[in-house]
């Protein structure tokens, strides 16, 4: 395909960007270190690290491991812990010791924990104790040799820290018992002693990086083998785009909610972010939506990622509206598709738009994303980034015309080595030529913006015809008294398929009726739900994307 979307480019964003600028991403971290070594890098419930802390502490992790663990480079460390400021301590010590990180979601029930340990190979995890009761039942069978415990306080200072232990473990209870022999404590791992033996690894572009665990494009639990290289390639990506943007002078930090082992936050704010040298303000429980607020009123803010599902859940408590939005530059979301009403909203209460990205795990994330200078959501998952390739396929493989819903597929140094240890998998999505088939079904205009359809898995099919989730969710998600909306298909004899919308109310006296006479303005026969199901709530993930699967599954039950 022509590349259609540079001319749509803003003046500049390159066509190429070079992947090999930086041998690895230590060496990208240690430029940043070195550059803004006295501006904070991290703050987390009111304290805060430097960048000159962060490379300190990293190094003693990495000669932690090199060291005392006797780890060789190469070997995988696990993390498992929420956006608390030992993550990226954790994350940069693994990296600089020439080790692969593990993300590991801390919410895993024990059987889910084994499977990624086992698979992985990991051989030490590093777990906050909230977590530890979860490991201490996943440990058997799997590689582990090492066990590093944390403490939520660990970092937060020689006051405030030990308080908030004794408080969140004594008085909150919210450190079930566990017992792993022999582990060591988090604090003793960053002493001086460990720093003083660290020796930095050769690390090379082909060296991985990351395994980045995924439901993946087709299903099942599958770790993504990201390179150096691949990581490199993103955030220089993304940071390209917005370059021209931050000639702001920015007067606050960037407010990292979703958390960092989810790929969305590592790359956009924890990598992309450390090369502009404002600091990450970790938000540690999201879902704590009052708590979120206190946190924003806390300190300036500057820039914001999140999904949508964050998004409507701040717009949806009233104290959200009386946050001081004067240094907000731009809000970036991913993860899921942006609803356009939740995105009007957005700009409404904050002055700020909310431009769309889109990326997945496969891709490090970023694969699109609109121009940073756009005045109003445009619906759009915005235009390829530099040296990315896209096509939109038929189910024959064949590039589709203009306009035609068809799979994206993408090609660019940003794209996966493959999944590790599952070559069937990765030949399922990635062929020989480098193009990853994505799943999702997107249309490309003449500009070169992209429009996402939906997922290929989670198209309802009605007598015939393609019923888009996506856009019937648009719809229900504009009616008033709507707080939330999913659609799936469920199996009807007559039409094969029919339209099922599940709804959380913000306005308790809303009916079905309205919602299917609202539906029927703007959709046409055969999309309009034939069923409303009133919900308190919608299955999530980990970072809020609603889970159409789970709802799928609980349908199929029923009519078994």
Not at 160 to 184: D, E, S
Request: aromatic residues 8%; charged residues 20%.
């Amino acid at each position: 395909m022509e590349k259609l979307w540079l001319k749509s480019y803003e003046p500049g964003v390159p066509e190429f960007i070079n992947p090999d600028q930086y041998t690895s991403l230590v060496a990208l971290a240690t430029e940043c270190f070195a550059k803004f070594k006295d501006k904070t890098c991290y703050t987390n419930m009111g304290a805060s690290l430097s960048y000159q802390q962060i490379d300190e502490k990293s190094q003693a992790f990495a000669g932690f491991l090199q060291q005392t663990c006797r780890l060789a480079k190469g070997e995988r460390v696990a993390i498992m812990m929420p956006n608390v400021m030992q993550y990226p301590v954790a994350l940069f010590g693994i990296l600089r010791a020439g080790m692969t990180v593990v993300n590991v979601n801390p919410l895993y029930t024990p059987r889910e924990l084994r499977l990624v340990l086992q698979d992985s190979g990991a051989k030490c995890i590093v777990v906050l104790a909230n977590f530890a009761h979860v490991l201490e039942q996943a440990l058997e069978g799997s590689d582990i040799q090492h066990v590093v415990v944390t403490e939520l306080g660990d970092l937060l200072g020689c006051v405030k820290g030990p308080l908030i232990n004794f408080v969140v473990k004594h008085v909150k209870k919210m450190v079930p018992a566990w017992n792993i022999p022999h582990a060591y404590a988090f604090k003793e791992t960053i002493d001086q002693k460990h720093q003083k033996v660290f020796q930095p690894a050769t690390i090379t572009g082909e060296d991985i990086a990351f395994l980045q665990y995924t439901g993946g494009t087709t299903g099942g639990a599958k770790g993504a083998v990201l390179t150096h290289r691949n990581m490199v390639s993103n955030v220089l990506q993304a940071y390209t785009w917005i370059e021209s943007f931050l000639h702001h002078d920015i007067k606050g930090g960037i407010i990292t909610a979703l958390p960092l082992y989810h790929i969305f936050s590592l790359t956009a704010n924890c990598l992309v972010f450390l090369r502009v040298g404002i600091p990450n303000i970790l938000i540690t429980n999201p879902r704590d939506i009052p708590g979120f607020i206190k946190e924003l009123n806390r300190q300036p803010f500057a820039i914001m990622t999140g999904v949508n599902t964050l998004f409507n859940a701040l717009l949806h408590n009233e104290d959200f509206a009386k946050v001081d939005f004067s240094k907000f530059i731009f809000t970036l979301g991913g993860g899921m598709a942006v609803q356009r009403a939740v995105a009007e909203r957005w700009k409404q209460v904050t002055g700020v738009p909310l431009i769309e990205a889109y990326g997945l795990t496969e891709t490090c994330p970023a694969v699109s994303i609109n121009p940073m200078n756009l005045p109003e959501f445009n619906g759009s998952i915005g235009l390829p980034l530099s040296s990315t390739n896209i096509k939109i396929v038929d189910d024959n493989n064949k590039e589709v015309f203009l306009g035609t819903p068809g799979e994206l597929c993408v090609q660019g140094p940003q794209v996966m080595r493959g999944y590790w240890n599952q070559p069937g998998k990765t030949a399922e999505v990635l062929d020989s030529d480098g193009w990853l088939h994505t799943g999702d079904v997107a249309t490309i205009d003449e500009q070169g913006f992209l429009r996402l359809v939906d997922r290929k898995k989670d198209i309802i099919i009605v007598s015939g015809f393609n019923v888009y989730p996506n856009e019937i969710e648009d719809v229900i998600a504009a009616i008033k008294g709507v707080k939330e909306v999913a659609v799936i298909g469920v199996k009807n004899e007559e039409h094969g398929e029919i339209v099922k919308a599940f709804v959380v109310k913000s306005d308790p006296a809303l009916t079905t009726e309205q919602v299917i006479k609202e539906c029927r303005k703007d959709l046409t026969g055969y999309k309009v739900p034939r069923e409303i199901e009133f919900r308190t709530e919608l299955p999530k993930t980990n970072v809020g994307k609603v889970l159409r699967r789970e709802l799928r599954e609980e349908e199929e039950k029923k009519h078994k």
